[in-house]
């Protein structure tokens, strides 16, 4: 094939198409591969219940958490660090994407630039919706309860679909700019520790003071503190950080920061390609 040829069939096409008639295209070629490796899925839903099992039952009588049972405290964390794993799996299926070929095939389509990347968040977004029922079950089963009442439960997984939503739009632009397979999966283990510095697994109470400020300033522990005040399982401390004393404000605006800078950030790089 020359190199014309070449040029031509890995060049963008014009954007003709419509993000409304374009976006649920690609969520459903993205449900269709997961339907198509049920593997992935299954690893990520039962992941967090074997964390849950882990510190809830191994570390649980080990950690102790002042006026509350430990698996109380940890199933919201939990579902808060669920939420923020979206960075790893965007990560991941933006880098495999790229490293096999298929999004130069992509760009190629007529069809709308931020169509591609909002289909693949908003499978996910799908996939977890689904995925936190079998987790809370299991933190039910553990001996958690929702003490806040209903309306602020449903206010609870609102907020964690919308970190959940922010998240894998950053991790889809760094999978962008990685672009490799094996690359996005050394990165997205990395990504473990976060969740491991944050206010999920444990309290940021006792931990040294430059410490504390970094957990605090964590968006996952936001979202954690968050999730555990509108469960009504425990009131977010005064003395905290901002986003950890204003959990659900503090989560809508680092959910806000993420969306304004990493969606026009990732149209761009997935316009761009390679270059």
């Not at 070449?6 to 690609?26: C, K, N, Q």
């Not at 095939?105 to 689904?130: E, H, I, K």
């Amino acid at each position: 094939m020359s190199t014309t040829a070449l040029v031509a069939e890995h060049s963008p096409a014009p954007a003709t198409g419509t993000l409304i008639a374009d976006a649920p295209a690609m969520t459903g070629r993205h449900l269709q591969r997961l339907r198509a490796s049920p593997g992935i899925l299954i690893l990520t839903q039962t992941m967090p219940i074997t964390m849950l099992l882990f510190f809830g039952y191994v570390f649980g009588s080990a950690l102790a958490v002042p006026g509350q049972e430990y698996r109380a405290f940890l199933v919201p964390g939990l579902v808060a660090a669920t939420a923020a794993n979206g960075l790893m799996i965007g990560m991941f299926a933006a880098a495999q994407d790229c490293d096999r070929g298929v999004m130069d095939r992509l760009r190629t389509l007529p069809m709308s630039r931020a169509a591609v990347p909002l289909g693949a968040n908003t499978a996910d977004l799908l996939t977890t919706a689904v995925g936190f029922v079998p987790l809370m079950l299991a933190g039910l089963a553990a001996g958690w309860r929702v003490e806040g009442g209903w309306a602020g439960a449903l206010g609870a997984f609102g907020l964690l679909l919308l970190f959940r939503f922010a998240t894998s739009w950053v991790g889809y632009f760094l999978g962008l700019l990685v672009r490799k397979e094996e690359a996005a999966g050394q990165l997205g283990s990395a990504t473990f520790v976060l969740p491991l510095l944050s206010s999920a697994y444990v309290p940021t109470d006792d931990q040294p003071g430059w410490l504390r400020t970094v957990t605090e300033w964590n968006p996952i522990s936001a979202m954690a503190t968050a999730t555990r005040d509108l469960f009504g399982n425990a009131a977010p401390a005064a003395d905290a950080a901002w986003p950890v004393a204003h959990p659900v404000a503090g989560t809508l605006a680092w959910c806000a920061v993420m969306l304004l800078v990493f969606v026009p950030l990732t149209v761009r790089r997935y316009t761009r390609g390679g270059t």
